[in-house]
């Protein structure tokens, strides 16, 4: 039996959320169609982590590796994840779960970032164009600082009159503050890009804001199945069994 991937997503009141998440393993398993891939949350929606690692030790198999679908280390990926494996672990002793590297940061996530800015109409060579690039917010600086730094490359790589990261909650700027710096610039249009991989509450107060503030911007989809991110989702898979396999030999292939 090949050792199941578990995907682990945070999860969300709104239905659309999920529903993104599991289009983005479907395109996971189009991929690796051998593979046993499985898909949980860590709150909000079901199945639970817990529940599902579970259901990986039912089914017979010793060994589990646990995908984060988070886009950097902040409390999610240090707290909740390690907390949900090691209650599990606890009802489960002889099941070995390894737990792989959050998503971001990567190239495939910018990628997959600007391919649906593109997809929303975002023109890249338009001088007056301002794009917010929206991300969550945490109050841990480097996760911020990742969409922060895609932002800044953005900037650089077209003739935009600007791009800024703005953050639904925990972080500055908001969507506000980016716009009126956008504008101080010289936008005269406008475009949010998603720092997002599924819809939900703080990507909808994103786009109300920037409505609010703008009239009618472009609007990009958040990035979750886009072919590049499930590339990344098994990229992640295959370095964890690595690692748990070969710990020496892969740490000096890195």
Do not use: K
Not at 34 to 56: H, I, K
């Amino acid at each position: 039996m090949t050792t199941p991937l578990v995907a682990v997503a945070h999860g969300s009141r709104d239905p659309r959320s999920a529903g993104t998440i599991h289009a983005l393993m479907d395109v996971v398993r189009s991929t690796r169609p051998d593979l046993d891939v499985r898909t949980a949350f860590l709150d909000l929606s079901a199945p639970r982590l817990g529940d599902v690692l579970s259901a990986v030790h039912g089914d017979g198999h010793e060994e589990a590796v646990v995908v984060p679908l988070l886009l950097g280390r902040a409390f999610h990926a240090r707290v909740d994840v390690p907390s949900a494996i090691a209650e599990t672990q606890q009802r489960h002793p002889r099941l070995r779960v390894h737990t792989a590297e959050v998503l971001g940061p990567d190239r495939r996530l910018a990628e997959a970032a600007w391919h649906r800015l593109s997809q929303a109409g975002a023109d890249p060579c338009d001088p007056e164009l301002g794009v917010v690039l929206a991300g969550a917010g945490s109050s841990h600086g480097p996760a911020n600082q990742l969409v922060a730094d895609v932002a800044a490359r953005w900037q650089a790589g077209t003739p935009w009159a600007g791009v800024i990261a703005a953050f639904a909650a925990a972080a500055d700027p908001d969507v506000p503050a980016a716009v009126a710096a956008l504008r101080a610039r010289g936008a005269r249009r406008f475009a949010v890009g998603s720092w997002f991989l599924a819809p939900g509450l703080l990507p909808d107060r994103i786009i109300d804001q920037a409505h609010e503030q703008t009239g009618d911007p472009l609007i990009a989809a958040p990035m979750a199945d886009d072919p590049g991110v499930a590339d990344l989702v098994l990229q992640r898979y295959t370095g964890a069994l690595a690692a748990a396999t070969h710990p020496t030999q892969y740490s000096r292939a890195q």
